[in-house]
């Protein structure tokens, strides 16, 4: 079965710590992402990949970072600096960049305390 | 104001009701997309349109371009539809490029 897989679903980190969260797809997408998703907000954009070992900022990269070593991952790293880390982050995928469906992971809900 | 509005907020509805859950949006955009969220939070992506109308089942997407916007319509509803509907629509960002805005969903609950 083709689909994008995001592991844990549940993750509790101590203040001040670097977390990663994976994302990995089967279905030969090209383009990745991922959002943030807080209570009574929309889907906000972290970061994207077009492509291989290329990335951008979305509109709220600051304190989160991301690598794209090979097609199908796309791990994020929470950092220390993220002021409020505590949300429900999602991965995406593409056949390319924006222009087509996206497919969603299940979510990856990290409390940081 | 946010670029995509959806109304209403919450939504409780007997099995079998018609359900329309409405997106309007205030920029120009290539495609809308309705997602659905269940409890869990996965999301399935359910229509993406960009004129017209699309229909998949008990599922029907409509979009007005000129008015700025969509509606989602769900007929003869079930308990199994209750989730969260989320309207996103692909506008045009900085520099050219593109990328999607999320409204903040609807939350329907279908009883039975």
């Known amino acids: 079965d083709g689909g994008i897989t995001q592991s844990p679903k549940y993750l509790f980190r101590k203040e001040g710590q670097n977390v990663t969260l994976s994302c990995e797809q089967n279905?030969?997408?090209?383009?990745m992402y991922w959002y943030r998703q807080d209570p009574g907000q929309g889907l906000r954009l972290i970061y994207y990949?077009?492509?291989?070992?290329?990335?951008q900022k979305g509109d709220i990269a600051e304190g989160y970072s991301v690598s794209r070593e090979k097609k199908e991952s796309f791990p994020l790293t929470v950092t220390s600096a993220q002021k409020n880390p505590t949300a429900f982050y999602l991965c995406?995928?593409?056949?390319?960049?924006?222009?087509?469906?996206?497919?969603f992971g299940p979510g990856t809900r990290l409390t940081v305390t | 104001k946010n670029e995509v509005e959806q109304s209403p907020q919450n939504l409780t509805a007997q099995e079998g009701e018609f359900i329309t859950i409405n997106c309007s949006y205030s920029?120009?955009?290539?495609?809308l997309h309705w997602l659905q969220q269940h409890p869990g939070g996965g999301i399935v992506s359910l229509f993406m349109?960009?004129?017209g109308k699309k229909k998949h089942g008990r599922l029907i997407a409509t979009i007005n371009i000129q008015e700025k916007h969509s509606s989602l319509h769900i007929t003869a509803s079930h308990p199994r539809d209750s989730a969260v509907y989320i309207c996103?629509?692909?506008?045009?960002?900085?520099?050219?490029?593109?990328?999607?805005?999320f409204g903040k969903g609807t939350k329907l609950t279908v009883n039975p």
């Open positions: 996103a629509v692909r506008s045009g960002g900085q520099g050219g490029s593109e990328k999607l805005v």
């Open positions: 349109l960009s004129s």
């Open positions: 279905l030969n997408h090209d383009a």
């Open positions: 920029v120009g955009i290539s495609a």
């Open positions: 995406a995928s593409s056949i390319g960049l924006l222009s087509y469906e996206q497919y």
């Open positions: 990949s077009q492509i291989v070992n290329d990335f």
